[in-house]
């Protein structure tokens, strides 16, 4: 499995960003996608991610502000932030997992900073 993300920036308080992760090659063995964040100086932890039957779950921090959505069709995960807030500043990174296996992509950096 491999994961492109894409879709980071920079951003005001308050604005929205989607970011995007496409998943290829053997798709089909996914049983979780998600988003994990990173800021300086602190662990990586997790923001979204969204099941195989189409459940999801969110970190505290970013409920009623972020949806993580599917296109099954195109094999791409989206985050979609809105309100967004200068702690929300963080290298993204799109996850996926097969089994016991892990896939990350490579980070995108999201600056949330007036």
């Known amino acids: 499995v491999q994961l492109q993300a894409s879709g980071g920036g920079l951003v005001q308080p308050g604005e929205s960003l989607r970011l995007a992760c496409a998943a290829s090659?053997?798709?089909?063995?996914?049983?979780?996608t998600g988003w994990y964040r990173q800021a300086p100086g602190k662990e990586r932890d997790l923001v979204a991610r969204i099941n195989r039957d189409g459940s999801t779950n969110y970190a505290d921090s970013v409920k009623g502000r972020f949806t993580i959505s599917r296109d099954n069709s195109k094999n791409i995960v989206y985050l979609q932030m809105s309100s967004l807030k200068p702690e929300d500043t963080a290298v993204y990174y799109c996850?996926?997992?097969?089994?016991?296996?892990?896939?990350w992509g490579q980070g995108t950096q999201v600056t949330v900073s007036s």
């Open positions: 090659g053997s798709t089909f063995s996914i049983a979780v």
């Open positions: 996850h996926a997992r097969t089994g016991t296996t892990n896939y």
